[in-house]
Structures are given as C-alpha cells and as structure tokens.
Nanobody, 124 residues
Framework: QVQLVESGGGLVQAGGSLRLSCAAS????????MGWFRQAPGKEREFVAS????????SYTDSVKGRFTISKDNAKNTVYLQMNTLKPEDTAVYYC?????????????????WGQGTQVTVSS
C-alpha cells in the first residue's frame, strides 16, 4: 500500500533550521506532485510547497519564499523540505502529500495520499 512517512521535525529556536523528509513507497510517483502542507493549532491546514516529480516544477507559498527549499531524491523516492530562518509562526504539524492530477497544487482536496505529519516547534 502507499505510504508517506515524514521525519525530521523537532524543537528549534527562532532563526534556526530543520530539514523534513518524506519517504514515499507503495507505487511509482513519477507522475505525481508532492506537496508539503502545515496545520497550526486552531488553524486550517495550508499549502507550503510542492514539486512535480517528473518536471521538477516548484511552488511555494509567499510566507516561506526565500527561507524554505523543496527538493527530491529520485533514487531514494524521498522529498525534502529544508527550512531556514525559522520563525515562531512556522510552528505547526507538517504533512507530506501526493497528488496524481494536480492542476492546482495548492488545493488540499486534490491530494490523494497523506503522511501522518511531523511536529515543528519554533521557540522565540
């Protein structure tokens, strides 16, 4: 079965860095878009970044541009989210997701598979 397993979350001070990983298994993801979403306490889940596996096309939400970098390792079937210059407002559970037909990569409902999430906490 399809599995997306996130790792790399933790507690970091403001200005610090973390790298999240999403290991994908159970099918071929070459035609998929891989996305990162996050959900802060009391807030809706929101789009963070995405990468199309075949073309490498990347998208970011405005609040993370210049600070976060999404990348992929084809050999390891893994997607990464490098997060630098972290801010307290980045605190959230971060989810990896896979979308087979994503005309709009920011739309959560279009994603077919989700990981269990990893907590990122940024202290001030």
């Amino acid at each position: 079965q399809v599995q997306l397993v996130e790792s790399g979350g933790g507690l970091v001070q403001a200005g610090g860095s973390l790298r999240l990983s999403c290991a994908a298994s159970g099918r071929t993801f070459s035609s998929y878009t891989m996305g990162w979403f996050r959900q802060a306490p009391g807030k809706e889940r929101e789009f963070v970044a995405s990468i199309r596996w075949s073309s490498g096309t990347i998208s970011y939400t405005d609040s993370v541009k210049g600070r976060f970098t999404i990348s992929k390792d084809n050999a390891k079937n893994t997607v990464y989210l490098q997060m630098n210059t972290l801010k307290p407002e980045d605190t959230a559970v971060y989810y990896c997701a896979a979308c087979r037909q994503c005309l709009v990569v920011t739309t959560m409902d279009l994603y077919d598979y989700w990981g269990q999430g990893t907590q990122v906490t940024v202290s001030s």
